[in-house]
């Protein structure tokens, strides 16, 4: 395991402190609320939505590449019905059958994939007909001159994070992979700074 792994863990278990209690948590409930049947979660980290699932989730499959984020997690707190199974993988090449779940959970992770086409038709592969995609994102910004200065800090940003991207247009990517945007809302993401701090939640359909 690389002190990168452990590195990141530690992070971001300190810089997600204040945004979670300032709202996040409750933003998580929300979407999550939305969660039916079969769940898959990309990118899981250390769990921090899983004591959000509702009891209508009757099996979670959480993907996570970092091993370090998977050992932090703590089953326990899932608040679904079904069993929980963590598999590290990646979102452009998910270990799951073709149509195999009924909902797909992303939060804060599409800012730090590599290739975020490809892991939007992974997930419409594994979506079942009828099944539904719950995205939370920080993205770029709308306005033009917070959005210059992300542009401007986002290889720095990157370089020092070793993966995330603060500039990214992430709803536009999901309606270029060929989902329906049904429920959204774009709001500042609270106690967080300036060129974090716009994100988007929500939910697709194929
Ligand atoms: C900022 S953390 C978010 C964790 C969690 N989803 C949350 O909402 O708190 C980003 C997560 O995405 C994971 N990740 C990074 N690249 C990934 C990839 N290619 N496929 C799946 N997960 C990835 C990281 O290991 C990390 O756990």
């Known amino acids: 395991m690389s002190i990168k792994q452990k590195l990141g863990v530690f992070l971001y278990e300190r810089i997600m402190k204040g945004p979670e209690k300032a709202g996040l948590q409750h933003w998580r409930r929300e979407l999550l609320e939305e969660a039916r049947g079969d769940v898959l979660e990309i990118g899981i980290g250390t769990g921090a939505n899983l004591e959000h699932y509702p009891k209508q989730v009757d099996k979670l499959i959480a993907v996570e590449p970092n091993p370090e984020m998977i050992r932090n997690i703590d089953l326990d707190a899932f608040g679904g019905s079904g069993p929980v199974e963590v598999v590290q993988g990646f979102a452009g090449d998910l270990p799951l059958d073709d149509e195999s779940v009924d909902t797909v959970v992303i939060t804060l992770v599409l ?96």
């Open 111 to 206: 800012c730090s994939i590599p290739d975020v086409a490809r892991a939007l038709a992974e997930i419409r592969r594994v979506l079942r007909p009828g099944g539904r995609f719950l995205f939370l994102e920080h993205v770029a910004s709308c306005e033009e001159k917070v959005q210059k200065w992300q542009d401007r800090l986002d290889p720095l940003w990157n370089y020092l994070t070793g993966d995330c991207h603060m500039n990214r247009h992430t709803e536009e990517a999901i309606e270029e992979a060929g989902f329906e945007i049904t429920d959204y809302i774009r709001e500042p993401m609270p106690k967080t700074p300036l060129l974090l701090r716009p994100s988007i939640r929500g939910v697709a359909v194929p």
